[in-house]
């Protein structure tokens, strides 16, 4: 099936920069989009950025022009490039695939992964 694997979060001061990673694996499926989701402490968990297969993005108005999602020539990695965060960007940031399976058929499967905390200090 398809696992996705997320990298990158870590400590970082007002106004910096971190990229972050997401790589899926598997077999047997294809990836249509895949994104980058997050939540913050008391908050609920809220879009970021996606991106297609044919490589359509899409952005939260909160983070566009600070933030790019990227993916490989594969679909089956995703980065988030962030820069000038924020404090209020403190949250675990989550990676979502939208990917298929073929059974007999294809078979619609959303995954997410375990998530990575980015912390932003003032």
């Known amino acids: 099936q398809v696992q996705l694997v997320e990298s990158g979060g870590g400590l970082v001061q007002t106004g910096g920069s971190l990229r972050l990673s997401c790589a899926a694996s598997g077999s047997g499926f294809v990836i249509n989009a895949m994104g980058w989701y997050r939540q913050a402490p008391g908050k609920q968990r809220e879009l970021v950025a996606t991106i297609t297969r044919g490589g359509s993005t899409n952005y939260a108005d909160a983070v566009k022009g600070r933030f790019t999602i990227l993916r490989d020539s594969a679909n089956n990695t995703v980065d988030l490039q962030m820069i000038s965060l924020k404090p209020d960007e403190t949250a675990v940031y989550y990676c979502?695939?939208?990917?298929?399976?073929?059974?007999?058929?294809?078979?619609?499967?959303?995954?997410w992964g375990q998530g990575t905390l980015v912390t932003v200090s003032s």
């Open positions: 979502n695939a939208d990917s298929a399976r073929y059974a007999g058929g294809w078979r619609h499967l959303e995954v």
